[in-house]
């Protein structure tokens, strides 16, 4: 028996938490050895004086003025946050339970004070603050950074884009003036031959001799001004089309010659002609003139010789590729001129179609080729699109809308246009 309550005496000494009972007035009349050494004081020091008479200043307050009436309310408070004053002045932080005991008759016997040591807790508080707050501050920080790489990153893209166009620009510049200049120079021989011709014309006139032969050098200076002017007109995208039906097989067929001729000996031609190809309504010259052109880039590109080939398909080009190509979807007539030649970077596929750009040296290209080709196909409602790989070669592809009119025979509309003229 004795030995039990020894037991009992043992762990409210020296349980891992102060407990104080005080009696009905709020003198303490018992307190454990931990919590004795938690303030570094004898037990029998606390018997007589009230729990109160150990906190620091501010306890004291918030003891009489919160807890002790919550106490007369209710009975018994929880977890309430408060500073001991130990023996040598330190603080020691705990959190206190409080609860009256009664008997039947509910007459107060005594008031049991828990005491839990608070410091590991409220380090740990102050830790999860201070972690918190160096973990905002760093995200504040992250975010700073990222903020400013995204606007270096902008300002980097933007400053790169302004400098291409720029020099794009440039390069059309340079170009211009040079086409200009060089067309001026045509013009001028052109004239200076019409000119010197209508001279001696007036001249020979007025002594009655023939002047058959400057007449015709009149009118060869004229009408290579003229072909001059019509190319002018065809680069800006201004010349005057004259549709009629026909069949591309015909015509390729009708080029070959001239073609083979102009492509050189290294150069095979082949053409791969569709059976049953569709009609189209485009203009005759200019689509002879875009093969030609054609042709000519990829003879350019294959200066060791190699294989050109023309080929004709009908083709359908459907609503995905219509909507990613801003062509209209439907029935097209496919003329692809390949070759084995050199191929295109990506850069100078991007601007392969903007009038001036060449990549051939002055006095060899215009860089009026593809941009003249690309400005028919456009003009007649067509498709074009470049297929090319560095050191296999190039394909391009004109699609121009198919013709499902009846097929009248070129006399036919020659005679309609009379009769409406
Ligand atoms: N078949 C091709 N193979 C390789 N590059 C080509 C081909 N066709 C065109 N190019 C490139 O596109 C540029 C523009 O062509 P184009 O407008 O015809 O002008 P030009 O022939 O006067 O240079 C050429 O300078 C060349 O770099
Ligand atoms: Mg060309």
Redesign the pocket.
């Known amino acids: 028996m004795s030995q039990g309550i020894d037991d009992l005496e043992d762990l409210f000494d020296n349980a891992p938490c102060g407990y104080v009972s005080a009696g009905p007035d709020g003198r303490i009349t018992k307190a454990n050895r931990t919590f004795a050494t938690w303030l570094g004081r004898e037990r029998s020091e606390f018997v007589g004086r009230r729990f109160q008479d150990f906190l620091n200043i501010a306890g004291k307050i918030y003891y009489e003025t919160h807890f002790a009436p919550l106490m007369r309310m209710q009975g018994f408070f929880n977890e309430v946050a408060l500073d001991l004053v130990r023996a040598d002045g330190s603080r020691l932080p705990v959190l206190v339970n409080a609860v009256e005991r009664r008997d039947e008759k509910g007459a107060l016997r005594f008031v049991r004070i828990t005491i839990f040591n608070a410091s590991d807790r409220r380090r740990y508080e102050r830790e999860l603050l201070e972690a918190r707050r160096s973990a905002e501050n760093a995200n504040a920080e992250l975010q700073e950074l990222n903020r400013t790489l995204e606007e270096r990153i902008a300002e980097a893209v933007e400053a790169r884009m302004k400098s291409e166009a720029a020099l794009r620009q440039a390069q059309k510049l340079e170009a211009v003036g040079q086409l200009t200049g060089g067309i001026a120079h045509d013009f001028n021989n052109m004239l200076a031959v019409i000119l010197s011709a209508l001279n001696l014309l007036e001249r020979r006139l007025a002594k009655g001799e023939d002047i058959s032969q400057y007449i015709a050098a009149a009118n060869d200076g004229a009408s290579r001004a003229a072909a001059l002017t019509q190319r002018l007109l065809a680069f800006s995208r201004q010349q005057t089309l004259a549709p009629e039906p026909l069949y591309a097989n015909q015509m390729v067929a009708e080029m070959s010659d001239l073609l083979r001729r102009t492509l050189g000996g290294t150069v095979r031609l082949e053409t791969v002609l569709a059976g049953g190809l569709w009609q189209v309504l485009t203009d005759k010259n200019a689509l002879e003139n875009a093969i030609f ?1 054609l042709a000519i ?2 003879r ?2 294959m200066p060791q010789g190699g294989r050109l080939t023309i080929e004709t398909a009908n083709s359908h080009l459907d609503e995905a590729y219509g909507a990613e190509h801003d062509v209209k979807p439907g029935q097209y007539v496919m003329v692809a001129v390949t ?1 084995t ?4 970077t990506s850069d ?1 596929m991007a601007k ?1 179609f903007d009038p001036f ?4 040296g002055p006095g060899k ?7 003249q080709v690309f400005g028919f196909v456009k003009q007649s409602g067509g498709h074009i699109k470049i297929y ?1 790989e560095i050191g296999q070669g ?1 394909s ?1 592809k004109i699609y121009l809308p198919r013709y499902y009119g009846a097929a009248e025979t070129r006399k036919h509309l020659e005679a309609k246009a009379r009769r409406r003229a």
């Open positions: 052109n880039n990829a350019d590109a070759d030649g050199t191929g295109m100078v392969a750009f060449t990549t051939k290209g215009t860089g009026l080729g593809l941009s090319s190039t391009i």
